[in-house]
């Protein structure tokens, strides 16, 4: 089956500095990359997500990157703000319903 | 639209005891799914469902079983806990087709002792 490693497991920033979070993952059929947040006591929130036919893909201060030939993708937030502390989640799909996810990174942005 | 809800929101079981985790989205969603949430292990998917009538085992099946009987509802359920059971489960629904959102409920945590 599909194995997702996220890296890394824990990253603190200063605010308004920039986060990446970098997924690798191991069937080369995977075609659907979706990035999910997580806030305390809450279920898991998508907030961008790329197919493997677009390298690249923004939405205001977040990003993704998609490397096929390496099988890696990255996350990106830029200018970041105390809210966007939480955990973060890659995952991947070959269907698009069996999602396989990354360990998480608790991404903390000090004041 | 309440989304996906799940309930109870905790719940402590005894080794061999079972118990139902329910869930339900009202956006008339065809696939649901149910995932565990462990520490440094990320959500790993547990059944699935594709529509009222189909489930399907995921990644972790063993020791949960799971109904589809309507689009609104996918119950799981534990007929013998255990404590490597202990964890914190996720419903999630999603429309049918390609690149769809998955949607989260809130969560269940759940304790085996």
């Known amino acids: 089956g599909e194995n997702v490693e996220q890296h890394p497991s824990t990253l603190s920033v200063q605010e308004g500095d920039s986060a990446v979070i970098k997924c690798t993952y191991s069937?080369?059929?995977?075609?659907?990359f979706p990035w999910y947040k997580q806030e305390l006591g809450k279920g898991p929130q998508l907030i961008i997500d790329?197919?493997?036919?677009?390298g690249e893909k923004k939405d205001q201060r977040i990003a993704v990157t998609l490397n096929k030939t390496a099988k890696h993708f990255s996350l990106h937030i830029t200018e970041t703000q105390p809210e966007d502390s939480a955990v973060y989640f890659c995952?991947?799909?070959?269907?698009?319903?069996?999602?396989?996810f990354g360990a998480g990174t608790t991404v903390t942005v000090r004041a | 639209n309440a989304g996906v809800t799940q309930t109870p929101k905790f719940q402590v079981l005894k080794t061999g005891q079972s118990m139902t985790l329910q869930c339900a989205q009202d956006?008339?969603?065809?696939?649901m799914s149910w995932y565990r949430q462990d520490p440094g292990m990320g959500l790993r998917l547990i059944h699935y469902?594709?529509?009222?009538?189909?489930?399907d085992q995921g990644e972790v099946p063993n020791g949960y079983n799971v109904s589809r009987s309507t689009t609104e509802d996918f119950p799981l359920r534990l007929l013998s806990a255990a404590p490597s059971q202990t964890s914190v489960y996720f419903c999630?629904?999603?429309?049918?087709?390609?690149?769809?959102?998955?949607?989260f409920g809130p969560g269940t945590r759940l304790t085996v002792t």
């Open positions: 999630a629904s999603s429309p049918t087709g390609s690149g769809n959102e998955q949607y």
């Open positions: 069937d080369s059929a995977s075609n659907y």
């Open positions: 790329i197919r493997s036919n677009v």
């Open positions: 995952a991947a799909s070959k269907q698009d319903y069996k999602l396989s």
């Open positions: 956006m008339n969603h065809e696939y």
């Open positions: 469902s594709v529509g009222a009538g189909i489930t």
